[in-house]
């Protein structure tokens, strides 16, 4: 249960960081299984379970995906960053410079 991992008392967290923290915690574990699925692929002889599995595990990415847009869209520090980073290019490092030098 994603309350488990709360740091503070969940009576004195926001409305807004308890929603982030579940999204985030979704976020973790349907990246989990997408590895948890792609080794077991990997691992797997036979050829329709093995299909079965990165069909499985393809679905979790969507998921994942899903909970990052909407902790893109709830959290500006997230859209600023992500923002930033995705889909682009060019090195990531000199993506972070120029974006912390102005463009240059």
């Given at each position: 249960?994603?309350?488990?991992?709360?740091?503070?008392?969940?009576e004195?967290?926001?409305?807004?960081?308890?929603?982030?923290?579940?999204?985030?915690?979704?976020?973790?574990?349907?990246?989990?299984?997408?590895?948890?699925?792609?080794?077991r692929?990997?691992?797997?002889?036979?050829?329709?379970?093995?299909?079965i599995?990165?069909?499985?595990?393809?679905?979790?990415?969507?998921?994942?995906?899903?909970?990052?847009?909407w902790?893109?869209?709830?959290?500006?520090?997230?859209?600023?960053?992500?923002?930033?980073?995705l889909?682009?290019?060019?090195?990531?490092?000199?993506?972070?410079?120029?974006?912390?030098?102005?463009?240059?």
């Amino acid at each position: 249960m994603s309350s488990e991992s709360l740091h503070a008392p969940r009576e004195r967290l926001s409305k807004e960081t308890i929603a982030l923290h579940q999204a985030i915690t979704s976020v973790m574990e349907e990246l989990q299984a997408v590895d948890w699925y792609r080794q077991r692929a990997d691992d797997c002889d036979d050829a329709a379970l093995k299909a079965i599995l990165l069909h499985n595990m393809r679905e979790e990415i969507e998921h994942a995906s899903m909970a990052l847009e909407w902790i893109r869209r709830n959290s500006p520090d997230f859209d600023k960053h992500l923002r930033t980073y995705l889909f682009t290019e060019k090195d990531i490092l000199s993506v972070e410079h120029a974006a912390e030098h102005g463009g240059k």
